[in-house]
T-cell receptor, first 109, second 111 residues
Framework: AQRVTQPEKLLSVFKGAPVELKCNYS??????LFWYVQYSRQRLQLLLR??SRESIKGFTADLNKGETSFHLKKPFAQEEDSAMYYC???????????FGQGTRLTINP | DAGVTQSPTHLIKTRGQQVTLRCSPK?????VSWYQQALGQGPQFIFQ???????QRGNFPDRFSGHQFPNYSSELNVNALLLGDSALYLC??????????FGPGTRLTVT
């Protein structure tokens, strides 16, 4: 079965420190993976997707098929990065998103 | 464009009742998906509508049903409400299989 696991429910780092939010997946096909973010009092929005291989707001994520991981990284955290982050995969041939439980990231000043 | 809109914002119902939630997709979008997000959990896929038909369905009982109208708006109906149905219900719209845009959600409380 398809599954996305985010092992950390809470993650707290200091401003300027590196950030890594972990995501592991289980999927028999060729995965398409995403990171979604939800800032306080805002709706869920797409942060980045692995196929675009882009950096958004300083965040990057690399798909590692060998380790079935898609960790989100940022070298220098900023206070405005504090939010809820969800890793998700889309089932091939469909538009059904499977989400992880989410990680609440807090950046301390 | 206001993006995806949902109504109502909050709703309180009693166990056994029925509820209808509504969603208007982003302008130009033709596909609507519904998700349930329980407290402390990630969103779980309920079903997806395209061309007024249910195209995909998640692991939810038949008490959960939906509809899509010719203007692409959608409704989610839940019958015989259980306490466990209390959650945030999210609607997402997309143009076909492209990126999904989420609405603000409807918070349903079942007492």
């Amino acid at each position: 079965a398809q599954r996305v696991t985010q092992p950390e429910k809470l993650l707290s780092v200091f401003k300027g420190a590196p950030v890594e939010l972990k995501c592991n997946y289980s999927y028999s096909g060729s995965p398409e993976l995403f990171w979604y973010v939800q800032y306080s009092r805002q709706r869920l929005q797409l942060l980045l997707r692995h196929i675009s291989r882009e950096s958004i707001k300083g965040f990057t994520a690399d798909l590692n098929k060998g380790e079935t991981s898609f960790h989100l990284k940022k070298p220098f955290a900023q206070e405005e990065d504090s939010a809820m982050y969800y890793c998700a995969l889309v089932i091939q041939g469909a538009q059904k998103l499977v989400f992880g439980q989410g990680t609440r990231l807090t950046i301390n000043p | 464009d206001a993006g995806v809109t949902q109504s109502p914002t909050h709703l309180i119902k009693t166990r056994g009742q029925q509820v209808t939630l509504r969603c208007s997709p982003k302008s130009g979008h033709d596909t609507v998906s519904w998700y349930q997000q329980a407290l402390g959990q990630g969103p779980q896929f309920i079903f997806q509508y395209y061309e007024e038909e249910e195209r995909q369905r998640g692991n939810f009982p038949d008490r959960f049903s939906g509809h899509q109208f010719p203007n692409y708006s959608s409704e989610l109906n839940v019958n015989a409400l259980l306490l466990g149905d209390s959650a945030l219900y999210l609607c997402a719209s997309s143009l076909g299989r492209h990126e999904q845009y989420f609405g603000p959600g409807t918070r349903l409380t079942v007492t």
